[in-house]
């Protein structure tokens, strides 16, 4: 896993697959013995070049990371008005064991911002299975005077998590974003937030939840 400091933001909710003949059977299980392989299939926006993005899971299986070295916005003095937002959207094929399927049950996230008095700054993401209807989002707002790390955890309750659907590969996305807005700050002053580190990566951290599928 890649050092630095581990960004977090809402998920599982978030997570509205459509789940009618495939239901896991009910009970917890503990994670699969078998690896559980995580690929990129698409990579999209501001905040993630090409290149800057990895995905490394976690050696008991319980949690994935993704790590980018790229991930800053910015507004106020010279700043392109441009760079006050960037997102980032991966769409993840998530390999799992044979007869396990799996959700998201929490995510956590830390970053830095620097906000003058009078500017703002929101992190917001969701999290949704391929062919899902509907997406929910979750936001984090900052206001200045801000000048520190920032971080923020979302968890779903055990009764709402959203299993992906067994026998059925569904790409599991993410849309992440870090906006900053220099509101009534001195307009010669720049503020921006970042999902990094001290070695330039950023790393967001997805807990995950497993069950059995039926019949397995």
């Not at 062919?131 to 779903?156: I, K, L, V």
Request: with cysteine; net charge negative; proline share 6%.
């Amino acid at each position: 896993m890649a050092g630095g400091l581990l960004l977090s933001t809402a998920v599982a909710a978030l997570l509205t697959a459509s789940i009618s003949a495939h239901n896991p059977s009910t009970g917890f299980v503990d994670p699969p013995p078998d690896k559980i392989v995580i690929k990129v299939a698409t990579v999209n926006g501001s905040g993630c070049p090409q290149g800057t993005t990895a995905v490394a899971v976690s050696e008991d299986n319980t949690a994935f990371t993704v790590t980018y070295s790229d991930y800053l916005a910015r507004a106020g003095g010279a700043s392109d008005p441009t760079a006050s937002r960037k997102n980032c959207q991966l769409s993840l094929i998530v390999h799992v064991p044979q007869g396990f399927t799996y959700a998201i049950a929490s995510a956590d996230y830390r970053g830095f911002a620097a906000l003058q008095p009078g500017a703002t700054g929101t992190q917001r993401a969701s999290y949704y299975f391929q062919g899902s209807p509907n997406t929910e989002y979750r936001s984090h707002p900052f206001a200045g005077p801000y000048d520190d790390n920032w971080q923020a955890t979302d968890t779903t309750d055990w009764a709402q998590l959203v299993y992906a659907p067994c026998g059925v590969q569904r790409n599991f996305n993410i849309n992440t974003e870090l906006r900053v807005g220099a509101g009534t700050s001195s307009p010669d002053k720049v503020s921006f937030m970042t999902m990094d580190s001290t070695d330039g990566d950023i790393s967001t951290t997805y807990h995950m939840a497993w069950k059995e599928c039926p019949g397995s």
